[in-house]
Nanobody
Framework: QVQLAESGGGLVKAGGSLRLSCAAS????????LAWFRQAPGNDREIVAS??????ATQYAASAEGRFTISRDGATVSLQMSTLKVEDTARYYCATRRAATLPYDFWGRGTQVTVSP
């Protein structure tokens, strides 16, 4: 199964930037797409952005459009986050799925992003 490891979280002031990375290993040939999700305390997990493994087609949540950029370099998928807001504070996870019709079923452990006022 795919192994995923996130990194790059931290504390940043509102308006600042952070770059998250998700390193994929093992069976990466089975990946159809990789997505970044986030979950804040008391909130449901929500998808932030996704990218297809082959072709690099990207999609963004409305909250991320224009501020976040997802990209892939080899087996690492990055999420460049700019103009961060306090409401972006959450634990960010990357996950993969094997087909467009399947759920995201392999997950990393997440990395915390905290945006201060």
């Amino acid at each position: 199964q795919v192994q995923l490891a996130e990194s790059g979280g931290g504390l940043v002031k509102a308006g600042g930037s952070l770059r998250l990375s998700c390193a994929a290993s093992e069976r990466t040939s089975n990946i159809y797409s990789l997505a970044w999700f986030r979950q804040a305390p008391g909130n449901d997990r929500e998808i932030v952005a996704s990218i297809t493994w082959n072709g690099g087609a990207t999609q963004y949540a409305a909250s991320a459009e224009g501020r976040f950029t997802i990209s892939r370099d080899g087996a690492t998928v990055s999420l460049q986050m700019s103009t961060l807001k306090v409401e972006d504070t959450a634990r960010y996870y990357c996950a993969t799925r094997r087909a467009a019709t399947l759920p995201y079923d392999f997950w990393g452990r997440g990395t915390q992003v905290t945006v201060s006022p």
